[in-house]
C-alpha cells in the first residue's frame, strides 16, 4: 500500500511570510500532483512533476519532485490571504494496483492573516 | 468546455438505504475516477472506469459499486449504507497527469 505523508497538517501565517509544505513516501511515484481545495468544492490541480529533481514555478509558488521520485515540496513565498485553502499532494501509481489511481496526501490546511 | 458534473449536490439517506451518486465527465474524456474524502482521512481512492469497464477498485467493501455507461458517464451505488459513508463523494476525469474534479455529492448518513 501507497502512503504519503503530508506535513504540516496545519499552518496558520501572517501576509507576507514564506511556508514550505512537505510530502514524503516511502514509495516511488510515476508523478506527483499539488491540488488546492476550497470549502463546498472538488480539488484544483495546480501542477504535475513527473521528473526526479524537477522544479516548477507557478507565480508565488515553487514545486519541487525529489531525486528519488518519493518526495515533493510546495514553497510559497510571500504569502496572501487568497492563498488560505486545503492543500492537497497526490502521488500516482506506476503500475500493478497501483496503477490508474492516485495516493493522496491528508492536506494542509493554510490561513493567511491579513 | 463543460467541466466534470456530478449530481445531487446534497444527498440525506437513512442507515441500511442505498445511494445512486452521478457524474458526466469532460467531453471526450473516457476515463472516470470516484473518490471518497470522509472528515479527517483525505481522499480515498474508491473506483476508475475506462471505456465502460472497471480498471482498478480502492480497499472498499462491495456494497460501493458502479458502472460506465456507453457515453462515459459513470454512477456510483452504494449499498447497505452506514453511518461512516457520510463523506463528500467526488468524480474526476483525466487525461494524463492531472485530475479535473467535479464539485462532489456531499452524502450524509443519518
Known amino acids: 500500500t501507497q502512503l504519503l505523508e503530508q506535513s504540516p497538517q496545519f499552518l496558520s501565517i501572517q501576509e507576507g511570510e514564506n511556508l514550505t509544505v512537505y510530502c514524503n513516501s516511502s514509495?516511488?511515484?510515476?508523478?506527483l500532483q499539488w491540488y488546492r481545495q476550497e470549502p463546498g468544492e472538488g480539488p484544483v490541480l495546480l501542477v504535475t512533476?513527473?521528473?526526479?529533481?524537477e522544479v516548477k514555478k507557478l507565480k508565488r509558488l515553487t514545486f519541487q519532485f525529489g531525486d528519488a521520485r518519493k518526495d515533493s515540496s510546495l514553497h510559497i513565498t510571500a504569502a496572501q490571504p487568497g492563498d488560505t485553502g486545503l492543500y492537497l499532494c497526490?502521488?500516482?501509481?506506476?503500475?500493478?494496483?497501483?496503477?490508474?489511481?492516485?495516493?493522496f496526501g491528508q492536506g494542509t490546511i493554510l490561513t493567511v492573516h491579513p | 468546455e463543460a467541466g466534470v458534473t456530478q449530481s445531487p449536490t446534497h444527498l440525506i439517506k437513512t442507515r441500511g438505504q442505498q445511494a445512486t451518486l452521478r457524474c458526466s465527465p469532460i467531453?471526450?474524456?473516457?476515463?472516470v475516477y470516484w473518490y471518497q474524502q470522509a472528515l479527517g482521512l483525505g481522499l480515498q481512492f474508491l473506483l476508475w472506469?475506462?471505456?465502460?469497464?472497471?480498471?482498478n477498485r480502492g480497499n472498499f467493501p462491495p456494497r460501493f459499486s458502479g458502472r460506465q455507461f456507453p457515453n462515459y458517464s459513470s454512477e456510483l451505488n452504494v449499498n447497505a449504507l452506514e453511518l461512516e459513508d457520510s463523506a463528500l463523494y467526488l468524480c474526476?476525469?483525466?487525461?494524463?497527469?492531472?485530475?479535473?474534479f467535479g464539485s462532489g455529492t456531499r452524502l450524509t448518513v443519518v
Open positions: 467531453s471526450g474524456h473516457t476515463s
Open positions: 472506469y475506462d471505456e465502460g469497464e472497471e480498471r
Open positions: 512533476v513527473v521528473t526526479g529533481g
Open positions: 474526476a476525469s483525466s487525461p494524463f497527469y492531472g485530475y479535473t
Open positions: 514509495s516511488v511515484f510515476s508523478s
Open positions: 497526490a502521488g500516482a501509481g506506476s503500475g500493478g494496483t497501483s496503477y490508474g489511481k492516485l495516493t
